[in-house]
């Protein structure tokens, strides 16, 4: 399982776009890139997963560069309630019964 | 949908005593269920993955006959946490994958677990 490095934390403004970068130099061909959000004493949450350009939902957008080798999870106009921790982890694979292993995570912070 | 609960939402226990944490897909068949522990300002850390009517596989380093899994149907799996000890006080969580969909896994709201 390719192993991922984050950023430890980050800090916005409501009102602002926030990129997270996470680098995965060790990708594998099968692998998948997913992002998790998660909230103080809360499970996580499924943001976006995404194999390669680009990938967006009504909460996110992830760009993938061709190598593959880092992503980038980008929130449009964050609010305080985007305050938690996000998850980037690679080799989840497409199969859902495959294992997570989380890394450290971004821990987000966003001010008034 | 896709909704995993989980039960108790914290507990405390005295040491020594065991205590049992279920985890349940209230709205689909869950093939696959994994349990991780996640200790504060920490990341979670995988401990076990479960198939229905099988054994649990566990990760490197987890002891299985301290951390006993069941999942004996399509919606419901446990983990009993057994003699425990302070040093096993953490936040436990669950997560399903539902059959024939698509790659997210739905995670449950987590058990405190307080072993004094």
């Known amino acids: 399982l390719a192993k991922t490095t984050q950023p430890i934390s980050m800090d916005s403004y409501e009102g602002q ?6 680098s995965h130099n060790n990708i594998a061909t099968n692998d998948y890139i997913t992002w998790y959000q998660q909230f103080p004493s809360q499970g996580p949450r499924f943001i976006i997963q995404g194999y390669k350009t680009k990938v967006t939902n009504e909460v996110a957008s992830l760009f993938i560069p061709a190598d593959r080798k880092s992503s980038t999870l980008s929130l449009p106009r964050v609010s305080l309630s985007d305050t938690a921790v996000y998850y980037c982890l690679v080799g989840a694979g497409f199969y859902n019964t495959d294992k997570l292993i989380f890394g450290t995570g971004t821990r987000l912070q966003v001010f008034p | 949908g896709a909704v995993v609960s989980q039960h108790p939402s914290w507990v405390i226990c005295k040491s020594g005593t065991s205590v049992k944490i279920e985890c349940r ?3 689909f068949q869950a093939t696959t269920m994994f349990w991780y522990r996640q200790f504060p300002k920490q990341s979670l850390m995988l401990m076990a993955t479960s198939n229905e009517g099988s054994k649990a596989t566990y990760e490197q380093g987890v002891e299985k006959d301290k951390f ?4 004996a149907s399509l919606t419901l799996s446990t983990l009993t946490v057994t003699s425990a000890h302070p040093e096993d006080s953490s936040f436990y969580i669950c997560s399903a994958s539902r059959a024939q969909s698509s790659y997210e896994q739905y995670f449950g709201p987590g058990t405190r677990l307080t072993v004094t």
Request: proline share 0%.
């Open chain 1, 17 to 22: 776009e926030v990129n997270i970068t996470c």
């Open chain 2, 25 to 27: 897909s209230l709205d």
């Open chain 2, 68 to 71: 006993l899994i069941n999942h």
